[in-house]
């Protein structure tokens, strides 16, 4: 009876370390942004993208115009995420409307969801603030 309830308490151990790492470990790589704010993005320069790096707890892109980077914080909850300490170059862009909805959309992160090849980022209430898709390499 003893190694009954001792497998069951070390089986929801393993359940409960694997979930802290679960949405580090899909969400780890290449993600292109496609929409901001229900906004779909059209840059011309360069395609806008964010890549997680989960073993670091970082991530890094660029918005078409200018490079970001900063930190990312997941909790117990599989799908809760924040962005922290965001920093980026200061190019002046033709047009600033994207990178400044991008820029906005990272402080409201909090949580992830994600299906395959498809990522969105979603504020506290719930609401989709970024939609993207894998890039695969």
Known sequence: MKNI?????????CISCCSNKYAA????G????????????????????ISFQTEEARFYGTTG?????????TS??????TLTNVGSTKK??????TEDAIFSAFSQ???VNYDNDKMQLKDA????IMELSSVKK
Do not use: H, R, Y
């Not at 470990?25 to 780890?28: F, K, T």
């Not at 002046?92 to 409307?97: E, I, P, Q, V």
């Open 30 to 49: 290449d993600w292109k942004i496609d929409n901001v704010f229900g906004t779909q993005v059209n840059v011309e320069e360069e395609v806008p993208f």
């Open 65 to 73: 115009c200018n490079s970001f980077f900063g930190e990312f914080k």
């Open 92 to 97: 002046l862009c033709a047009d600033m409307s």
């Open 5 to 13: 309830i001792l497998s069951i308490v070390l089986g929801f151990m």
């Open 109 to 111: 992160v909090a949580s």
């Open 25 to 28: 470990a899909n969400i780890s």
């Open 76 to 81: 117990d909850n599989k799908n809760d995420i």
């Open 125 to 128: 209430n719930g609401n989709v």
